[in-house]
């Protein structure tokens, strides 16, 4: 077990000095490549009026992504009424995509409730 540590913190130090020699390197770099994406002057004020443009940014489109969930809705109906016409293909992609969500539920509840299986906390 210590040999283990003592691999893992020789490691940690390897990497800490590339780090080290080429973190500056890569910032100005990626910098360099997003000066498109810089406002000027990076001040807290300017990131403050941004987020506040994000969040009424993403408010504002709401009313459209309502209307294509609808849209989506009216497609699913249409299709659920004319159920004998759907093909083999078509029924395995919606169970596919139901069993995907059904997953996705059963992870969120596996981490919600502390990566435990049965709920039980000691």
């Not at 691999?7 to 390897?14: I, N």
């Not at 000027?40 to 300017?46: H, N």
């Not at 709401?62 to 004998?84: A, C, L």
Request: charged letters at 20%; a positive charge.
């Amino acid at each position: 077990m210590t040999s283990k540590l003592q691999r893992v913190q020789a490691k940690a130090c390897q990497v800490s000095q590339i780090v080290a020699k080429n973190g500056t390197t890569y910032y100005k770099q990626l910098l360099e490549q997003n000066i498109q994406n810089i406002v000027e002057p990076p001040t807290v004020e300017k990131c403050y009026e941004l987020s506040k443009q994000l969040l009424y940014t993403r408010l504002a489109s709401i009313p459209g992504r309502t209307e294509s969930f609808w849209k989506e809705f009216d497609y699913v109906k249409n299709m659920w009424k004319h159920r004998q016409d759907l093909k083999v293909e078509d029924a395995g992609i919606a169970a596919l995509f139901g069993l995907e969500c059904f997953a996705w539920f059963c992870a969120g509840e596996i981490v919600g409730r502390g990566f435990t299986f049965t709920g039980y906390y000691p």
